[in-house]
């Protein structure tokens, strides 16, 4: 399982989480909404619901082969009965679902699979629900650009090979020690950093004391891309003969004019 993340619904903390590449929230915590003391109970009176049982059972219908359908359909003709109680885990170790998972330890807790946490949810309050429903959306609208600044960082890297590769076949003379040429490398890394960011590596870390990693570690994916870009390059230019000083006048008016049209394409997209 991932690591547990929060959101914040009108003043209420929701946990959530993946199993298997599924997402799960803590219906527990939704449950508090109703009764804040009592939550189990909460979670205890929905899934006593037949409407639920019926709910549970078709999402594990569609969703889990290893589904139980016989003990299912002993829990739905039981179902609105005064004498049935279902806990969570009883549901899940008698059908062994995977829609609801119940979590023990420091993270405690009943989790459901999100769309099921959102019927749960709109049992609750139908308000909650949608406020619910927006925060998580956001959740994924961020996970999503993490995701997208993380490919292009592993582009960048994938791309350095090929620009050491040419700084090692046209810069570095044979026979020089892994210190000096660990120089040149590092100079040539700074080509491109002051091409792009205004300063070198050593200058970011001075002025940057309490952060971890290096600047590109914390560029935009914007930034990314055109790195990314100008490892290619820089790499053709080194091939080609061209002075350093002569490349990094090049390298930066290369990066000025495509971070414009990087950012113009941004907004473009933010207007529609």
């Not at 298997?20 to 979670?43: F, H, M, W």
């Not at 059972?57 to 109680?85: H, R, V």
């Not at 997208?148 to 592993?154: L, P, T, V, Y």
Request: net charge neutral; hydrophobic share 40%; proline share 3%.
């Amino acid at each position: 399982m991932n690591k547990i993340q929060e959101i914040s619904v009108r003043d209420a903390i929701i946990r959530t989480m993946k199993a298997n590449g599924v997402d799960y929230i803590c219906i527990t915590d939704i449950a508090r909404q109703k009764n804040s003391l009592e939550p189990n109970a909460v979670v205890g009176n929905w899934m006593r619901n037949r409407n639920t049982i019926e709910y549970l059972g078709i999402w594990e219908y569609l969703n889990n082969p290893s589904f139980n359908p016989i003990e299912f359909e002993g829990f739905k003709q039981q179902a609105g009965l005064n004498a049935f109680t279902l806990s969570p885990s009883r549901w899940i170790e008698a059908t062994n679902a995977i829609g609801i998972i119940a979590k023990s330890g420091r993270y405690g807790g009943t989790y459901a699979q999100r769309d099921i946490a959102f019927k749960f949810a709109s049992w609750v309050s139908v308000e909650f629900e949608l406020y619910l429903i927006k925060e998580f959306q956001r959740l994924k609208e961020e996970e999503q650009k993490q995701l997208g600044w993380s490919a292009k960082r592993e582009l960048s890297k994938i791309n350095y090979h090929i620009h050491t590769d040419a700084v090692r076949a046209n810069l570095v003379p044979d026979e020089v020690d892994a210190y000096h040429s660990s120089l040149i490398y590092a100079e040539e890394a700074d080509v491109l950093n002051v091409a792009l960011f205004g300063m070198t590596a050593k200058e970011w870390r001075e002025a940057n004391p309490g952060k971890k990693g290096n600047m590109r570690d914390y560029a935009t994916i914007n930034q990314l891309i055109c790195l990314s870009n100008m490892e290619n390059l820089n790499a053709v230019f080194i091939n080609e003969g061209i002075p350093q000083r002569d490349r990094l006048h090049k390298l930066n008016k290369i990066a000025i004019q495509q971070m414009t049209v990087l950012e113009e394409v941004g907004n473009r997209k933010l207007l529609k």
